[in-house]
């Protein structure tokens, strides 16, 4: 099984800054990586797909990168509406998915 | 607009079972796949299992091998999702997901189930 590692797991910003979350595979999983956003009470939410596509609707202050073992997630402005819960999804071993644990963005 | 409508909340007792439905609407449903994800309380994604809808192949994860099932009706557009010997730690909110034939990330979800397990 592929293991997915986010870090920090509590990330505390204040708004109008820019946030990094990191994602790492313990395996390679090429640009199989995604990202989503989860608000209390509510289904996650797709955000970034291969890796670096943001999916329709996605904000441009929203961006991925890496490939490999390696992502990160940025996200360049902070607005209110952006403080949640992200977690990774690695999908290249298909049809076996694993999520990271989540990193919590919080108000600084 | 595609949309997944899940069943609502349900409470079990310990060594019974459940099952939870998921109604597409909006794409072609033989077209995609399903997984199911669980999220105990204030805890990360767990991911269950995938059905295709085209032809019904499952994958289940290994610690759940053994109690749970994913049908679909293609007549409904329904997915379901069963799991058996129910136990406290299965208390969770349970979401169903569209997956793509070929992108095989999650592009749409449900709007959760919560499946309370208690005596």
């Known amino acids: 099984e592929i293991v997915m590692t986010q870090s920090p797991a509590t990330l505390s910003v204040s708004p109008g800054e820019r946030a990094t979350l990191s994602c790492r595979a313990s395996?390679?999983?090429?640009?199989?990586l995604a990202w989503y956003q989860q608000k209390p009470g509510q289904a996650p939410r797709l955000l970034i797909y291969?890796?670096?596509t943001r999916a329709t609707g996605i904000p441009a202050r929203f961006s991925g990168s890496g490939s490999g073992t390696e992502f990160t997630l940025t996200i360049s402005s902070l607005q209110s509406e952006d403080f949640a819960v992200y977690y990774c999804?690695?999908?290249?071993?298909?049809?076996?998915?694993?999520f990271g644990q989540g990193t919590k963005v919080e108000i600084k | 607009q595609v949309q997944l409508v899940q069943s609502g909340a349900e409470v079990k007792k310990p060594g019974a079972s459940v099952k939870v439905s998921c109604k597409a609407s909006?794409?072609?449903?033989?077209?995609?796949?399903i997984s199911w994800v669980r999220q105990a309380p204030g805890q990360g994604l767990e991911w269950m299992g995938w059905i295709s809808a085209y032809n019904g192949n499952t994958n289940y994860a290994q610690k759940l091998q053994g109690r749970v099932t994913m049908t679909t009706d293609t007549s409904t557009s329904t997915a379901y999702m069963e799991l058996r010997s129910l136990r406290s730690d299965d208390t969770a909110v349970y979401y169903c997901a569209r997956v793509g034939s070929y992108s095989n990330y999650f592009d749409y979800w449900g709007q959760g189930t919560l499946v309370t397990v208690s005596s």
């Open positions: 999804q690695q999908y290249n071993n298909w049809p076996l998915w694993t």
């Open positions: 395996q390679s999983v090429s640009s199989n």
């Open positions: 291969g890796a670096s």
């Open positions: 909006g794409y072609t449903f033989t077209s995609y796949g």
